[in-house]
């Protein structure tokens, strides 16, 4: 499970899960705090979770220094996603440590809040993994600019395949498309395929144009029938397809440079 709907809005399913358990941690510590009388040991909690928050998305940078060294203020842009969950988790202890420093007993009055948090969004992570069904390439009927009908298997060639679910309308689909272009071209060891859900082949062949970008395999979908086939919540999708035709990973949601290496490594 990648991403789940609620009402309107596509929430991806790693920061639901992160943010349901920071919720329950936060929700046990505000009832012990108003029922001790102690407002420092909330004000504790949330001071952890920011400094928790602040550490899981520099160590990720750090990590990925390769990557946001190119674009020293890519860093400053978190909705793309790239935090590191056990940089976080290890700031927000350390946090808490020096907080409780006068009084070691406020380390304890945050453990147990914290633990039933960690075990709230561990357990929903598993449960979310053990739902994934596993899939493969879709055949479906695709074409390129041009109107002829293209298989993606024909196109993977037994090579990995990443497939990029996007429209033209789509902001976060246009921020990420330049980049996706440059990576396609800095590994020709995967074929790198967009489809452009619903639309015609003219507006996208036009929109590609205007941009200036040159994509070596931009298909159109006009009957959805990749939404049908694979779990695309929302635009745009990235799926990663493995040389023997297995997804391996699926990205609802913007993608930054960093995340996207991440995920190609899965394909080796």
């Not at 602040?54 to 935090?83: E, I, N, T």
């Not at 994509?215 to 979908?221: F, Q, R, T, Y």
């Amino acid at each position: 499970m990648d991403a789940v709907h609620l009402g309107p809005l596509v929430l991806a399913y790693d920061r639901l899960v992160v943010f349901l358990g920071l919720t329950l941690f936060l929700g046990l510590v505000e009832w012990q705090s108003r029922r001790r009388g102690q407002p420092e040991l909330a004000g504790c909690a949330w001071n952890a979770v920011m400094a928790g928050a602040l550490a899981s998305r520099l160590g990720y940078v750090a990590a990925h220094w390769s990557v946001y060294g190119r674009d020293p203020l890519s860093v400053l842009y978190a909705w793309q996603g790239g935090f590191s969950p056990w940089w976080g988790l290890l700031g927000g202890v350390v946090y808490a440590l020096w907080c409780s420093r006068s009084e070691p007993r406020r380390l304890r009055w945050l453990l147990a809040p914290a633990l039933a948090g960690l075990v709230l969004s561990l357990g929903l992570w598993q449960a979310g993994q053990r739902s994934a069904q596993p899939l493969t390439l879709p055949e479906a009927r695709l074409y390129d600019l041009s109107g002829r009908p293209v298989s993606l298997t024909e196109l993977s060639g037994g090579r990995p395949l990443v497939l990029n679910v996007w429209a033209t309308w789509c902001p976060p689909c246009r921020r990420e498309l330049p980049m996706l272009a440059r990576a396609a071209a800095e590994h020709p060891e995967v074929t790198f395929v967009f489809v452009a859900a619903g639309e015609p082949a003219a507006r996208v062949a036009d929109y590609l144009r205007e941009r200036g970008l040159e994509l070596e395999h931009v298909l159109v979908d006009p009957a959805g029938e990749i939404a049908r086939r694979l779990p695309v919540s929302g635009y745009p999708t990235t799926f990663f397809f493995d040389a023997a035709g297995e997804l391996k990973a699926g990205k609802t949601g913007e993608l930054n440079r960093a995340a996207l290496e991440d995920l190609l490594k899965r394909l080796r």
